[in-house]
Structures are given as structure tokens and as C-alpha cells.
């Protein structure tokens, strides 16, 4: 069955066809904060903020990839509650100039109650550092403490920075991933027609 346009001198036929998209991979993003290095740790302080304190007494994980554009360099980690009350030398972060999984665990003390901040401290690291696919977890559990681990379409949920030493932070493209993403080829089917058209010596064109 099909559908007269023109008379007798052109016939559509409904139809339908597959179209193919390249589709670009997803942009993959990492926390990212640089400091000129002119001071002490302090001076510029990379902050995830957990929805709830910590438990005192109680070992957690952290687990992320870490990377730095500069000298390998070993990050000190506070711990700090609401009212500005801090534990010091919780655990040290390593980075290097290449992508790098590291895991270490920290207990918050007694000294101060409701430590609810991790504080990366690079104030006296000059250049850039990156952190990606982050999670905390409470040692032997799974339960994940942290939202937006992996900076999803550059977003910086639950993280903040300062201190004079920092000049820049943020979720930036360029984050960890294991193998290099490809594009994809997504078919669409899509509703045309097929036309045929009739000269007067009889010829055919189809469009």
C-alpha cells in the first residue's frame, strides 16, 4: 500500500530507518585545589564535610585515588568539628605525578566531640593536587560515608577549600579513569519516507 504525492508521477512509500550518532564519551571530572606553597599546611585546607559526626573511638577508611603535578608530596589530614576544634595528624595522604590508589585509616579521638570535617592540609605544596573516586567508609562496613566521591558532571556537593595560600579549587575535567573512554555509536530509528519519482521517458530517482 502506499501514498500518491504527485499523481502518477511520484509515489511515497512510508518507511522506517536507523540512524547512527556518534555519541562523545562522558567528560570524567576530579576534585582538584593548588596552592602556591608559601606557608605552613594550614594555608590551604581541601574540606569534605560528612552529613553526620564521626564516632569517636571508631576506625574509618579512606579510599581515593590521588595525583599531584608537582614533587610527590604527603598530605596531613585534620579532623575538625563545628566548633572549629581540631585533631591533628590523623593520617598523611600520599600523592605523586601519576594517578595512584591509596587507602589509610583514621580514628577520631575523645579530645573534642563531633568531628565532622576531613581536611586535606597542603598549604606548603606548591602546585596542583587531585583527588578522585573518594569513599569513606567505617572499617569493616560498606556503608558509604561519602556523597559525590566522583565529582559527577562537576560537581563540588560536600567539599569546600580555603586558606590564603590556596588560588584555586574545584571539580575540573581530567579525572581518573581505569581505561581511556571511547565514543559510542547510538542507532535511532527514525520515521521517513521513500520517494519515487517518474520522468516521462519512465526513469526512476528515489529520495
Known sequence: MFLS?????????????????????????????????????????LVYTFSAPLKA????????????????????IFLQNADSKQQYGVANVPFASEWKKVSV???PNADNPDYNQFMFNCG?????????????VEKGKTDELAV???FTDGKSEG?????????????????????EPQPT?????????LVLTFDESGNCTVS
Not at 564519551?25 to 594550614?42: A, D, H, L, R
Not at 608537582?70 to 598530605?75: R, S, T
Open 5 to 45: 504525492t504527485q499523481s502518477l508521477n511520484s509515489v511515497t512509500f512510508p518507511m522506517t530507518v536507523n540512524v547512527e550518532t556518534v555519541v562523545p564519551p562522558p567528560t570524567e571530572y576530579t576534585m582538584s585545589v593548588t596552592s602556591n606553597g608559601k606557608g605552613e599546611g594550614y594555608g590551604a585546607q
Open 57 to 76: 573511638g571508631t576506625t574509618y577508611t579512606l579510599t581515593c585515588m590521588t595525583k599531584a603535578t608537582g614533587a610527590d608530596y604527603e598530605c596531613g
Open 105 to 107: 585509616d583514621f580514628t
Open 124 to 136: 606548603n605544596y606548591e602546585g596542583t593536587l587531585y583527588i578522585d573516586r573518594v569513599s569513606f
Open 148 to 150: 559525590n566521591g566522583d
Open 159 to 179: 567539599w569546600n577549600s580555603w586558606g590564603s595560600n590556596m588560588t584555586s579549587w574545584g571539580a575540573v575535567e581530567g579525572g581518573y579513569t581505569e581505561t
Open 185 to 193: 555509536i547510538q542507532i535511532v530509528p527514525v520515521a521517513t519516507d
